[in-house]
C-alpha cells in the first residue's frame, strides 16, 4: 500500500442544454472531500430536479462522515458508498410517497470517492464515469438502459432503428422499490483523469471528441466549459452535466 497520497484536482460544470427548460441534472465536485457525484434527474413536474439533488445531497453528506482513518480502509469506503446509495433510495422513495406529483420521480447516479491510491466508484443508470490515462479514453461504468443490455447480450444492433427506438429506457434508477448499484475499485495512478456526465454530453459526442477536448484543454475548468459548449453545439437535447478530477 503506497502512502502517498494524490493531490486532486477537480472542475464540473452544469448546463440546461439547447432544447429542455428546466436542469434536472445535479452535481457534487470537493477536492477537501475527495469524491464527485454526477446525478441526472428524471420525473414529471419538478420531480427529476428534486430527485437529483436529494440523492446528491444525501451521498455526499454520506461519504463526508467517514473519518480520516477510515478512508483508508477500502472495506469502510465501499461499505459507506453502497449505504448512502441505497439511503439515497430511499430518502427518494419515501419523498415520492409525501408528494402525489413527484410519484414517478428518480434519478441515475455515478460517484467516484478518491482513496489515497485507488478510486471506489459507484454507478445507477446511464450516467457515465470514464477515465482518461494516456491519451486513451475507457468507460469505467456499464450503461443500465436497455439497449445496452441488448447490445451486450448480443440482441440488438446499437446502429439500428429499434436502439434509437429503445434508446430512453434505463434499467436501473434511484427511485425504484429495488435497486442494485455497481461498486468498482480503480487503482488511481499520477496523471489519470476521471470524468463523470450525464448522457446528456456522451449521446451528444462521441469517446474521440471527448478525449480530444479534454486533452487540448489547458486547465480542468476549460475542458469543463468546452465540452459543454461542444454538447450544445452538437444539438443540446438534454440538460449537461460533467465533472472533471486529475490526479497528481
Avoid at 468498482?184 to 469517446?207: A, H, K, N, R
Wanted: net charge negative; glycine share 6%.
Amino acid at each position: 500500500m503506497s502512502a502517498m497520497t494524490l493531490q486532486l484536482t477537480m472542475a464540473a460544470l452544469t448546463n440546461k442544454g439547447r432544447v429542455r427548460n428546466n436542469n434536472e441534472d445535479s452535481m457534487y465536485a470537493d477536492v477537501a472531500d475527495r469524491v464527485a457525484i454526477v446525478c441526472d434527474g428524471m420525473g414529471g413536474h419538478a420531480g427529476g430536479h428534486i430527485a437529483s439533488e436529494l440523492a446528491v445531497q444525501y451521498i455526499s453528506s454520506a461519504l463526508r462522515q467517514l473519518k480520516p482513518q477510515e478512508w483508508l480502509d477500502e472495506e469502510k469506503v465501499i461499505e459507506a458508498m453502497k449505504l448512502a446509495t441505497f439511503g439515497a433510495n430511499d430518502t427518494i422513495l419515501v419523498r415520492a410517497l409525501e408528494d402525489v406529483e413527484l410519484a414517478d420521480m428518480g434519478t441515475t447516479l455515478v460517484a467516484c470517492a478518491f482513496m489515497h491510491d485507488r478510486v471506489i466508484t459507484a454507478n445507477v443508470g446511464d450516467s457515465r464515469i470514464y477515465r482518461i490515462v494516456d491519451d486513451t479514453l475507457e468507460q469505467i461504468s456499464s450503461d443500465h438502459s436497455l439497449v445496452a443490455e441488448r447490445v451486450r447480450a448480443g440482441l440488438l444492433d446499437p446502429e439500428s432503428d429499434e436502439a434509437a427506438m429503445l434508446a430512453n429506457i434505463i434499467t436501473r434508477a434511484l427511485g425504484m422499490e429495488q435497486i442494485t448499484v455497481d461498486i468498482t475499485v480503480e487503482e488511481l495512478q499520477p496523471g489519470d483523469i476521471y470524468l463523470l456526465c450525464s448522457d446528456g454530453l456522451c449521446d451528444m459526442l462521441t469517446d474521440e471528441e471527448i478525449l480530444r477536448t479534454v486533452v487540448r484543454a489547458r486547465s480542468l475548468d476549460n475542458a469543463c466549459l468546452a465540452l459543454v459548449d461542444q454538447a450544445n453545439r452538437n444539438g443540446g437535447i438534454d440538460n449537461i452535466t460533467v465533472a472533471l478530477i486529475r490526479a497528481d
